[in-house]
């Protein structure tokens, strides 16, 4: 049988007020962890996390097209939307007064009608 220590720790007063101490801030601890449990705390955290939060679920327009913008799996879509939507506006803008002289667009678009035209 293993000998049992002498000096296994005194049990004074201030040790005792120590572990009081310790204890109380522990109990203190696991009442608000009690507090925000059961059926009535969840419905008061989820009534809080709805009216501060908001997932992608609930967005609409262009607040889910930017944080549909910046997740790393739309990076490719994203930067292949940027270069197109450049294109097409370079391409529309080189046309300039030379959409005049089309026949469809003077038809329906420009100002003052073309003779000849409706």
């Given amino acids: 049988m293993p000998a049992i220590p002498e000096n296994i720790g005194e049990f004074t007063a201030t040790r005792a007020n120590e572990l009081f101490e310790s204890h109380k801030k522990f109990l203190e601890w696991r009442k608000t962890e009690w507090a925000t449990r059961g059926p009535e705390a969840l419905e008061k955290r989820m009534a809080a996390r709805a009216a501060t939060h908001k997932t992608w679920r609930q967005m609409k327009g262009m607040d889910l097209f930017r944080h549909e913008m910046g997740a790393v799996?739309?990076?490719p879509f994203v930067i292949g939307m940027g270069v197109m939507s450049g294109v097409y506006l370079m391409i529309f803008a080189s046309q300039?007064?030379?959409?005049?002289?089309?026949?469809?667009?003077?038809?329906?678009?420009a100002k003052t009608a073309s003779p000849g035209h409706h």
């Fill in 73 to 75: 799996g739309n990076k």
């Fill in 96 to 109: 300039g007064e030379g959409r005049k002289n089309y026949e469809y667009w003077s038809k329906y678009h």
